[in-house]
Structures are given as C-alpha cells and as structure tokens.
C-alpha cells in the first residue's frame, strides 16, 4: 500500500494539552471538610494509576484501559465537587469575592462540558474507522471455513483500497483548519493557566473540593487529547504540572506525570504516539494487507487458512484486537457520558445557588448530551 498507516492519516495530528498550575493543600480546610478525604482518596488512586496492574505489567498509559481507570478518578472527584455544592451557599453572602469563584467554575464547567463533546466525537470517528477494519475482516473470514478464495480475496483487496481513500479524503479536509482536538487542547491548556494565576484567591474560600476536580479533569483529559491525537509529523508535548509539595497528594501525581511525559517522549521519537489499541490495530491491520496483496501476486487460489499459515494468523490476531479496541472504546465512551451528567447537574446545582439578582443565563447553552451505549 502506498499508505504506510490506514489509521495515521485517519485523524489530524495534534499537540496535547500543555498547561501549568499549582495545587496548594488545604484550600478551603476550614470551611469544606470533605477535601482532606478527597486528597486522600486521590492520593491512593494516582499512585494505582502510575503503576501498572499485576495481571498487566505491560500497560501503556495511553491505552483505553488506562484511560477507563483514569476516568474513573476524574469522575469520583467531580462526584465529590457536586456534593460539595450544597455547603457553599453560606459563602457565597461572605464576600463578593465568593460570586467570582462562581463565575469561574460556571466558566470552567462548560468549557469541561465542550470537552467531552469533542472527546465523544473522536471515540466516533474511532468506532467509524474500527468498524471499516471489521468489514474487511467479515470479507474473509468465515467460521467454517478452511480456505479463502481468491474472488473474497479480490474484495477484500478493493474495501482495503476505500478504506484508504476515505480515510486520505478525511485528512485532506482535516489538514486545512485547525482540528476540534486541536483546539480543545488549546482550551484546557488555558484552564490550567488560569487555574495557576488565581490560585492566591481560592485559598481557604471554601471552594476547595471544586479547584481539586477541575485539576484532576484537566489533567486526565490532556492525556486523553494525546492519545487519539493520530498520526502525522507534529510531536506531542506534555508540559510539566507544578504542583505545591504541601499537597498530600503531590508526589503520586507528580510521579503519574512524569511516567506519562516519559512514554510519550520515547514514543514520539519515531512517530506521534497515540492510543495504544489504535496503534496495534494498525500495525495487524498493515499486516494483513500485506498478506492478503502477497496471496493475489502467488496466484496460488484457494488460499488454506491452516492455523500455521501466515494468513490465518494474521487475521486471528487482527481479530483479537478489534475486539479489544471495541470494547475499550464503549468503556471511555460510558465514562464521558457519565462524567459530562456530572457536570451538567453540577452546573445546575451551581445556578441554583446563585445570586437570584443576576443576568447569568440558567441554561447551559445548548449542548447535545452524548448518548450512552445500550
């Protein structure tokens, strides 16, 4: 194939999110009890994050397994941040300094909400380009089977090639603006900025389960614009997070962190690293579309699909991933649905406490909610 990749050309290359902030201990201690169990519970929770599973000493951190348990922590903590909604009406009449922070939760909230939208229209385009690969996999293998012929050999061939082109087509459109993850990335990397530069103001305001979330949230969901960032020349860069050694859960992020920054820089040496089943999958899937041109140039018809033969396993192997990715992608697809419910009932809860004199729109603009899978 003239294309080295079916899947690197499937998506426009794109930087992760580069952002920088601090996290200082015992924001809002002595008005929010709950945060010294959450930075607790968080600080348990990284450190399985950055070591691998027994059963899988392998596990890149950019893989929809990795991901899925990453995701698991973004939501216990905006969990948390909703329950903690209800105790901050007594502060909002302390100080006008309390409505401020309102805002900029309100502001951050629906830029999270965008965000999932964005991440949910990539495990999309994901699903939409896994579902080729399986097309093409129906084409040949047939239970029952023993052999292929070449007139299924012939067809597979041609899905290959259209496979191709539309995934050519889709990098052509995509090549001449700036990409949704792009800019996603982009969004996320100014949320952390801002998050830096306001920090002396959430000190001690209450506000404090609320500023750990949206941490937590920002950090898991750069990691996730790398990984279904695919293919293509730019490099994925991961900024490091700064983050205050008072916090008790400093060193278990630090340390996640830095595992994360160190796969992604040894993987962009050769090409930009991406999401780990997707990679595999396009690695078997170049594979076996070498075995099948290898099979029509022998003209050796039919072709034996003996579970020794090259051709057998190819498929077999191909096979196993797809369904690895399939399943992969319906878990991170669940858990951006129930993170984006979260955050819109956080976001109604924090309306409800608002200053009823106010103009804010009481909606949260008109975001379609991402459908969870049956």
Same mark, same amino acid.
Request: some cysteine; proline content about 3%.
């Given at each position: 194939?003239?294309?080295?990749?079916?899947?690197?050309? @499937?998506?426009? $290359? *794109?930087?992760? %999110? /580069?952002?920088?902030?601090?996290?200082?201990?015992? =924001?809002?201690?002595?008005?929010?009890?709950?945060?010294?169990?959450?930075?607790?519970?968080?600080?348990?929770?990284?450190?399985?994050?950055?070591?691998?599973?027994?059963?899988?000493?392998?596990?890149?951190?950019?893989?929809?397994?990795?991901?899925?348990?990453?995701?698991?922590?973004?939501?216990?903590?905006?969990?948390?941040?909703?329950?903690?909604?209800?105790?901050?009406?007594?502060?909002?009449?302390?100080?006008?300094?309390?409505?401020?922070?309102?805002?900029?939760?309100?502001?951050?909230?629906?830029?999270?909400?965008?965000?999932?939208?964005? @991440?949910?229209? $990539? *495990?999309?385009? %994901? /699903?939409?380009?896994?579902?080729?690969?399986?097309? =093409?996999?129906?084409?040949?293998?047939?239970?029952?089977?023993?052999?292929?012929?070449?007139?299924?050999?012939?067809?597979?061939?041609?899905?290959?090639?259209?496979?191709?082109?539309?995934?050519?087509?889709?990098?052509?459109?995509?090549?001449?603006?700036?990409?949704?993850?792009?800019?996603?990335?982009?969004?996320?990397?100014?949320?952390?900025?801002?998050?830096?530069?306001?920090?002396?103001?959430?000190?001690?305001?209450?506000?404090?389960?609320?500023?750990?979330?949206?941490?937590?949230?920002?950090?898991?969901?750069?990691?996730?614009?790398?990984?279904?960032?695919?293919?293509?020349?730019?490099?994925?860069?991961?900024?490091?997070?700064?983050?205050?050694?008072?916090?008790?859960?400093?060193?278990?992020?630090?340390?996640?962190?830095?595992?994360?920054?160190?796969?992604?820089?040894?993987?962009?040496?050769?090409?930009?690293?991406?999401?780990?089943?997707?990679?595999?999958?396009?690695?078997?899937?170049?594979?076996?579309?070498?075995?099948?041109?290898?099979?029509?140039?022998?003209?050796?018809?039919?072709?034996?699909?003996?579970?020794?033969?090259?051709?057998?396993?190819?498929?077999?192997?191909?096979?196993?991933?797809?369904?690895?990715?399939?399943?992969?992608?319906?878990?991170?697809?669940?858990?951006?649905?129930?993170?984006?419910?979260?955050?819109?009932?956080?976001?109604?809860?924090?309306?409800?406490?608002?200053?009823?004199?106010?103009?804010?729109?009481?909606?949260?603009?008109?975001?379609?909610?991402?459908?969870?899978?049956?």
């Amino acid at each position: 194939m003239a294309s080295s990749s079916m899947f690197s050309s @499937l998506l426009q $290359s *794109l930087p992760s %999110s /580069k952002f920088s902030f601090r996290v200082t201990s015992g =924001i809002g201690t002595f008005y929010n009890p709950v945060l010294g169990l959450l930075e607790s519970k968080l600080a348990n929770q990284l450190e399985l994050l950055t070591r691998p599973p027994s059963d899988h000493q392998d596990l890149s951190y950019l893989s929809a397994r990795w991901l899925h348990n990453a995701m698991s922590t973004v939501i216990f903590a905006n969990s948390n941040a909703k329950t903690s909604i209800v105790d901050l009406q007594n502060a909002l009449s302390d100080s006008g300094s309390y409505c401020k922070w309102l805002d900029e939760c309100l502001d951050d909230n629906i830029r999270v909400l965008d965000t999932c939208l964005i @991440l949910q229209e $990539s *495990l999309s385009c %994901s /699903k939409l380009h896994l579902s080729y690969v399986k097309a =093409i996999l129906g084409t040949l293998m047939h239970p029952a089977d023993k052999q292929v012929s070449k007139a299924r050999l012939l067809r597979a061939a041609h899905a290959v090639s259209q496979c191709v082109k539309l995934a050519q087509q889709k990098n052509t459109e995509m090549g001449s603006k700036r990409s949704k993850l792009e800019t996603c990335g982009s969004v996320l990397r100014r949320m952390g900025e801002k998050l830096y530069s306001l920090e002396d103001q959430y000190k001690g305001n209450g506000w404090g389960v609320m500023y750990v979330a949206h941490m937590i949230t920002i950090f898991v969901c750069g990691v996730m614009v790398t990984a279904f960032s695919v293919g293509g020349p730019k490099k994925a860069n991961m900024s490091t997070i700064s983050i205050s050694s008072q916090s008790n859960w400093w060193l278990a992020l630090s340390a996640l962190q830095q595992r994360i920054k160190e796969e992604v820089e040894t993987k962009r040496i050769q090409k930009m690293p991406y999401l780990e089943e997707l990679e595999k999958m396009d690695s078997l899937f170049i594979c076996l579309t070498q075995r099948i041109t290898q099979a029509l140039e022998d003209g050796l018809f039919p072709v034996l699909l003996d579970e020794e033969k090259p051709m057998k396993k190819a498929m077999g192997d191909l096979q196993r991933c797809v369904d690895e990715l399939g399943h992969g992608l319906a878990k991170l697809e669940q858990d951006i649905t129930e993170l984006y419910q979260e955050l819109v009932t956080s976001r109604m809860m924090l309306l409800d406490i608002y200053p009823k004199s106010s103009a804010i729109p009481r909606v949260y603009l008109e975001l379609d909610e991402p459908k969870r899978q049956n």
